[in-house]
């Protein structure tokens, strides 16, 4: 993962992207369901943070977004964010960041697909490695396992987009 602190150019779209708007702003995390039955679980939670118009609003939108402070806790009680996600109007991805206490850090997007393969894969094993903590009462470690399978997630951008966002990302560095 690296750091990417300024827009995309618009001129590092391709031109079969360039009209990809309008663009999703998403914020993925976990929040607790409670049942007086059955307990409590974790549940993988998605909400709307925003539409833009073009790639590089979305994109300083997130960017603010990811910052500390820049999610306030009154946009659901007990949910804790992991991820901002963009998306185009074909619920393309785009790009993801992860939310860290530093701010936001944007996941490295696989360059192939043999790499995706591979990050599936090793997305599918932490999330057996984080029910098996979680059956095991070891609820913290499943927490951070099933982050990082998230955050392995966000590298899946849409093969559309991969080179449009290695462009962006040279550019911006």
């Not at 618009?10 to 039955?37: Q, R």
């Not at 939108?61 to 804790?80: I, N, V």
């Not at 894969?121 to 396992?145: P, V």
Request: hydrophobic share 45%.
């Amino acid at each position: 993962m690296n750091a990417l602190t300024s827009c995309f150019p618009a001129n590092a779209l391709p031109a079969m992207l360039a009209d990809a708007g309008p663009f999703s702003l998403i914020c993925v995390g976990e929040t607790l369901v409670h049942d007086p039955d059955l307990g409590s679980w974790p549940v993988q939670t998605t909400f709307l943070l925003g539409r833009f118009r073009e790639l590089d609003e979305a994109i300083g939108c997130a960017a603010r977004r990811g910052r500390p402070g820049g999610l306030r806790a009154e946009y659901m009680l007990g949910f804790t964010p992991n991820l901002l996600v963009l998306q185009d109007h074909q619920q393309r991805l785009c790009l993801a960041g992860q939310i860290a206490s530093a701010g936001l850090i944007w996941c490295a997007p696989v360059a192939s697909e043999a790499e995706a393969r591979r990050v599936v894969q090793k997305a599918c094993r932490l999330r057996g490695q984080a029910m098996a903590a979680q059956d095991r009462g070891e609820y913290e470690t499943a927490c951070d396992l099933r982050r990082d399978a998230t955050a392995l997630d966000a590298r899946l951008v849409d093969p559309a987009w991969r080179g449009a966002v290695q462009i962006g990302r040279l550019q911006a560095a």
